[in-house]
């Protein structure tokens, strides 16, 4: 949670799309992001969910942005594996979508799949206490 006390983290994979036209290579950049949040993150169930820390029902959201933003998003890494997609498709599969802040929210879920995806870990704190100095 941050000083608005808006609970929010979420992981970037870009993936590089190669298509040939006439003898050139164009390139065109791919941004997925995948979030951990609770189903609906306006209710009042919500709030009083996190207020409390009790459980909510959460869900793994997956989705394009036109461009990867320029502020408060760093490179982690590489893929271990050939398919980074691949590897969180299944990562999110296997994923306890039982929401719980402090103790199984966005920052486990993003410090995780860094985890599957490029073997960096405890990330969320790594960068976040880096950005406040």
Not at 67 to 94: D, L, Y
């Amino acid at each position: 949670m941050d000083s608005t006390g808006i609970v929010g983290c979420f992981i970037v994979l870009s993936k590089t799309l190669d298509f040939k036209a006439s003898n050139s290579i164009l390139f065109r950049i791919e941004a997925i992001v995948f979030d951990f949040q609770p189903v609906n993150p306006e209710s009042i169930e919500a709030a009083i969910s996190i207020l409390s820390r009790k459980s909510i029902r959460g869900v793994v959201m997956q989705r394009k942005l036109k461009n990867v933003p320029k502020q408060r998003c760093w490179m982690v890494g590489s893929s271990k594996g050939n398919n980074a997609m691949e590897m969180a498709i299944e990562f999110n599969s296997s994923w306890v979508t039982g929401l719980r802040v402090g103790f199984h929210d966005c920052r486990h879920y993003t410090n995780e799949l860094v985890e599957h995806l490029t073997g960096e870990v405890q990330i969320v704190e790594r960068f976040t206490s880096s950005y406040r100095s």
